[in-house]
């Protein structure tokens, strides 16, 4: 059996320019940019559209699941630390797997990647789409009519607004990173101010006896609820994809994601007891827009609701930008080893940005958002990004022994039972999910063996480097590599 292609940390630095300026990127984001971009990536649909359905699973013991699904990704979230600041490109898990375990296993993690990212794009946009509804009808009384407003599967014809705002973000992320970057930072701390006033609104209604029973549905619920949680906190690691964007990302990347898993794990806990404490679990399970809800309940007028709706408005329009941004970061570093088509890692000289990349990207998520029911991949999205996280843990453990002498700006603590435990709380979230979306994963996973057997391996610039020049090839010197960004 031959032996997995593993790259080296080094060689990834040296190939993305990344102690430089990266593969034609500039370095423009600071760690309050990198602190918003991460609160912008996760703080969306999951408390403003998906907090109904934890509630409804786990009831007021929902604050437990938050916390449950905040230590996985926590444990995790220290591996991410350690190996951004060691390998800062804009590959993360992706570029992690490869260093760590081999080009087999990088390439299926970039596949469910793709699904982790496409499906978060598309998926947020359809919540974007019945917030904007919200606030029209909070505003003026009417709303898009459903054919505009909801694709095929939901009792519409297309999903207008989906599409929209997806257009949106792909036109910001093709002007150049720091209109990006500075669009992100400005609606993640707009989200922040409108969500610690809906709780300043929730608690002054507080009733303790909302809270009762805790937990209606026992373990079970907490469990089931924990996944469904969970999908609140996707987003996080697109942190470690600014890696060659960063001015420090040595040392901001770690400091990051710590910050923001912070921020958004008390936001959650703050906002959830807000939500129930006020109105009930009952109240809250599985109803659309229900913090407008308890805010209308709360004040007995539809301006309050309006403004949580204007909130929402801006925070999911936030996430899908910055999960845009990291599917394409992702995408161009799988295309600068040569595992999917060279299209994907074509820099502008101009905006410095990948411009076909980006547009390719809005376009395929674009269509699914449109006309398609995401609800049924959800979960498959779900196991696909635990399935990742599990990897990167390994991937930490790998690379400590592989490479003990790496330059790492941080260091997972209690090292190892740190990321055996962020393996085995994956690996609990992905059993709650079901044996059908195990199903799911093996298919998708099969599929993803089949593209890099019939194309990824062929095509490897690492499996052949002798036939790619100096500034093409997997052997490509620091100076090579600083000069090789090419031009759409």
């Known amino acids: 059996m031959p032996a997995p292609r593993i790259k080296s940390p080094a060689l990834l630095v040296a190939e993305s320019g990344a102690d430089r300026e990266g593969h034609g990127l500039q370095r423009t984001m600071g760690l309050f940019q990198l602190i918003c971009f991460g609160v912008g990536a996760i703080v969306g649909t999951g408390i403003f559209v998906g907090l109904s359905d934890s509630v409804a699973q786990a009831g007021p013991a929902v604050v437990v699941s938050f916390v449950l699904a905040a230590i996985t990704c926590v444990f995790t979230a220290f591996s991410f630390a350690e190996l951004g600041g060691a390998i800062p490109v804009s590959g993360s898990s992706y570029s992690f797997a490869y260093a760590g375990l081999g080009e087999g296993t990088a390439f299926l993690v970039g596949w469910c990647l793709l699904l982790e990212y496409g499906v ?3 998926a947020v946009a359809v919540g974007w789409s019945q917030y904007v509804n919200e606030l029209l009808h909070g505003l003026t009384g009417m709303q898009l009519p459903a054919a505009l407003s909801a694709g095929p599967g939901d009792g519409g014809v297309v999903n207008l607004p989906a599409v929209i705002v997806i257009a949106m973000a792909s036109v910001l992320l093709v002007r150049g990173v720091r209109e990006s970057a500075r669009a992100t930072a400005a609606m993640a701390v707009l989200k922040l101010v409108i969500l610690a006033a809906f709780c300043a609104v929730g608690y002054s209604a507080f009733k303790d006896g909302n809270l009762t029973p805790f937990s209606p549905a026992g373990l079970g619920g907490i469990g089931a609820g ?3 949680a969970f999908f609140s906190y996707i987003g996080f690691d697109a942190i470690t994809t600014a890696g060659e964007e960063a001015k420090n990302p040595r040392r901001d990347v770690p400091v990051a994601i710590m910050v923001c898993m ?15 404490g006020a109105v009930g679990g009952d109240q809250v399970g599985g109803r659309p827009a229900a913090l407008s809800y308890v805010v209308d309940v709360v004040t007995g007028s539809g301006v309050g609701g309006g403004v949580i709706a204007f909130g929402a408005v801006v925070a999911i329009a936030s996430v899908v930008l910055a999960v845009m941004y990291g599917q394409t970061r992702i995408l161009m570093s799988m295309s600068r080893d040569g595992l999917v088509p060279r299209v994907f890692e074509k820099v502008s000289p101009r ?4 411009v076909a990349g980006t547009l390719i990207v809005a376009l395929v998520f674009a269509l699914p958002a449109a006309f398609a029911s995401l609800d049924a991949v959800v979960n498959l999205c779900t196991i696909g990004t635990l399935a990742v996280m599990a990897v990167v843990n390994i991937a930490v453990i790998a690379l400590r022994r592989r490479e003990p002498g790496l330059t790492r700006s941080f260091r997972v603590p209690l090292y190892p039972v740190v990321p055996l435990l962020g393996v085995a709380f994956c690996l609990y979230l ?8 195990w199903l799911q994963f093996a298919a998708f996973l099969a599929a993803g063996l089949l593209v890099y057997v019939g194309y990824g391996r062929r095509h490897s610039r690492l499996a052949a480097p002798a036939r790619d020049d100096a500034t093409d090839g997997a052997e490509v010197t620091p100076d090579a590599a600083g000069t090789a960004a090419r031009a759409v």
């Open 120 to 122: 978060s794009i598309s």
């Open 226 to 228: 924990t996944t469904a």
């Open 262 to 276: 912070g921020i958004v794990t008390l936001l959650y806990c703050a906002v959830a007891l807000a939500a129930i």
């Open 351 to 354: 905006t410095a940005t990948p």
């Open 430 to 437: 992905m059993y709650e999910t079901g044996w059908t979306t």
